[in-house]
């Protein structure tokens, strides 16, 4: 069954250094999704992309987030300054449009530690 | 600002005992999403419920969302300990947003 990939699973970093973490959506997927959950809190939506675009992002998302679609498999969300705060799981999601209404399919995530 | 409360936050049963949790909102949403997540993975897709009343059927678990499309519950009948775990809803944002928003989840505990 397609399933939504990420890499790395755990990404430990310093301060200020900048993360990339990716994602391989469902293959015919065309909309694409970051969320992230601190721990014991709730997932919260950062932003989506469709037709190499972002279509709607959250307040969290400011500009030290950005997000690619670099070819046509990978999507990535880069944090170019983190802070201790950015420490979560980050998952990516994917959609597949059309009359499958807003079911998104999540991958198994990514945790980052800024320490 | 669109909340999704779920109930119970926790809940511990024995095997074999039927159990509901519910998602509520005083908002209306499109359509509505059940998930299970583990400790230290993502979120699953259990179900999605769409039309006003509409009840969905996967097993041992029943859900069913509310005439009014705020609310859901989620029902297991005869729960196995392989029913542990954190069960999510999540509802699509308003005015075509395509963001989920999510509840805080009922960690259910499954004891055999």
């Known amino acids: 069954e397609p399933e939504v990939t990420q890499t790395p699973s755990h990404q430990v970093t310093q301060m200020g250094q900048e993360v990339i973490l990716r994602c391989v959506p469902i293959s015919n997927h065309l909309y694409f999704y970051w969320y992230r959950q601190i721990l014991g809190q709730k997932v919260e939506f950062l932003v989506s992309?469709?037709?190499?675009?972002?279509?709607?992002k959250s307040e969290i998302f400011d500009d030290q987030f950005s997000v690619e679609r670099p070819d046509g498999s990978n999507f990535t969300l880069k944090i170019r300054s983190t802070k201790l705060e950015d420490s979560a799981m980050y998952f990516c999601?994917?959609?597949?449009?059309?009359?499958?209404?807003?079911?998104?399919?999540f991958g198994p995530g990514t945790r980052l530690t800024v320490l | 600002t669109q909340l999704l409360e779920q109930s119970p936050q926790f809940l511990s049963i024995q095997e074999g005992e039927n159990l509901t949790v519910y998602c509520n909102s005083s908002?209306?949403?499109?359509?509505l999403q059940w998930y299970r997540q583990e400790p230290g993975e993502g979120p699953v897709l259990l179900v999605t419920?769409?039309?006003?009343?509409e009840v969905k059927k996967l097993k041992r678990l029943t859900f069913q969302f509310g005439d009014a499309r705020k609310d859901s519950s989620l029902h297991i009948t005869a729960a196995q300990p392989g029913d542990t775990g954190l069960y999510l809803c999540?509802?699509?944002?308003?005015?075509?947003?395509?963001?989920?928003?999510f509840g805080k989840g009922t960690k259910l505990t499954v004891n055999p």
């Open positions: 419920v769409v039309t006003g009343g």
């Open positions: 999540a509802g699509d944002g308003q005015g075509g947003s395509e963001k989920l928003v």
């Open positions: 992309f469709y037709n190499n675009e972002i279509s709607e």
């Open positions: 908002s209306v949403f499109s359509s």
């Open positions: 999601a994917s959609n597949g449009g059309g009359l499958t209404y807003n079911e998104q399919f």
